[in-house]
């Protein structure tokens, strides 16, 4: 056998490997009822972002004063709120809303907290104290008040506030990343990748990243469970999505005026934010299980 | 105890300090365009803008702003509101007690809850009582703080008439007054810090229930209570008392939008207030104090590992 061959023969085994261990993990995950539930949920909820305007039985943003204050009925299964819009409508209409924030956000906090969590724990001593003392900071501030602070910095919107809640969440992956990283930085494989040559950064890449990469997948899971409370927490206080844009949290802060004659308007998007975070961490609990065994309780 | 480390230890929280005050600082320097108008509004005539960027030294350079905003806080002042005129500082020292109380009152309903649910599920296993706390524990923490706050205003305010719907009355005037105010904003922080303490106190026990020690303490007869109480809690409190540190950050989350849905005259409802108002040193002054103040408690939560396992040494 030729040194090439040898060579390629070694990668198809990793290959096959590698493919064995994410098809092991995808049938521990199918037989994990409870994320198979939270799968279901969020299927729904991604259906009713997708198909948004096309499904829903009313113009979410139609106004219908002879119809103001409804309550849930065969024609407005959800009831109606004080401009007699149609609650189920911006129900449907307000996933799209809490999905795009919860990814967004999240994937700023992944993209930079991740980075930055494996340059610290990769790199130097000084790299390390200098990255970890600043998530130190970050982590200081309670999330959801620091996502308050740089929105009233950047000003109100759905767009700061998807920034805001990402830029929160970014200490939270820094200190996944660096620790899976010092589990893995002194093992035999990525000694020998800099035997052999490979450069820090194709080593982070190529090596490191590939081996971390269940902690931080479990974790934007739950992450998304987090974001999509703190979107609607922000548009509750008036801070996230503006009227008339229907968002969950914002349309539980309009049905708070309400709710002595009017309850419905605050239950069903109180509901369907439960729900979905709901899936996201049974999701997120499946794929923990199924990625890393070991940690089954 | 080691001092060294304790010294080390403060020494690295003051370093956090320093520089939670940077980000505090940098809240007014990324306002895109100029800060002094976007805090007075689009409808501020040029001459207030004017004085507003002299009064809080926005033309001078940054870092000089920075130095002599740290040390005017050094000696306390806060500045000023922009809403009232008034000092940031007396505002803030009123705010810190009802926040206080709340947070600990939300903690400890958290743990009251928290403790028993998760030992008992550790003790069985897969029986109908873990389940049922797996799903509490679930609920708990996918539930909308201010809505369950609102769902329960609902109920025991209005509906049943047993509990104050917002509000406050310090414990030093009314004592049962007090506790009616406080019941149902401290009942939904610590319900939702209830269920995630839950699974780790369950995780933990689950640990050290099957550890040698522990087979042997029944080996040797002794009864359930002694074992569970005396040998298993107690070495499973090092990774309790860590998850409760940790959770701190999401309590003191929650307040905020607690004290929001309730009324609470703590620091959320006044950060919340200097946003929607565009009051940028009251909300630098909140969000500084509030950072100090989970640092502080951090800080506390490290030096319990002392007290709580002697084995610990730290180099």
Redesign the interface.
Known sequence: MTASQVRTSRVADEVGASNTLWRDAGRRLLRHR?AMFGIGVLTIVCAMAAFGPAITPYDPNGMDFANRFAGPSLSHWMGTDDFGRDTFSRIILGARVSLQVGLVAVSVATILGTGLGLLAGYGRRFTDEVIM??M???????????A????????KGINNAMIAIGLAYIPIFARIARAAVLGIRNEEFIIAARALGAGDMRILLWHVLPNVLSPIIVEITLSL?FAI?AE??LS????GTQPPDPSW?RM?AE??DF??QS?WM??F??LA???T??GF??LGDGLRDALDPKLR? | MNYQYIVQRLLSALVVVLGVTVVVFMIVQIVPGDPARVMLGPYANDEAVQGLRDRLGLNRPVIEQYLSWLGALAQGDFGQSLLNGQAVAPQLWGRIGPSFELALVSLLVGLAIAFPVGIISALKPGSGIDIAATIFSQIGVSIPSFWMGIMLVIIFSLNLSLLPPSGYTPITEDPGDWFAHIALPAFTAGFVSASIMTRFIRSAMLDVLSANYVQTARAKGLGERSVVLRHALRNAMINIVTIIGLQINALFSGVVIVEVVFSWPGLGRLALNAVLERDYPLLQGTVLIVAVMFTMVNLLVDLLYFVLDPRIEYA
């Open positions: 409870l003392r600043g130190d900071v970050l982590y200081s501030i309670p999330a959801l008040l620091l308050i602070a740089i929105v009233a910095a950047l000003g469970a409370l609607a927490a509750f206080f008036g801070l949290g539980l049905g708070r709710f002595r309850g605050g239950f998007p109180g934010i439960l729900f975070v709901m961490n049974f309780r």
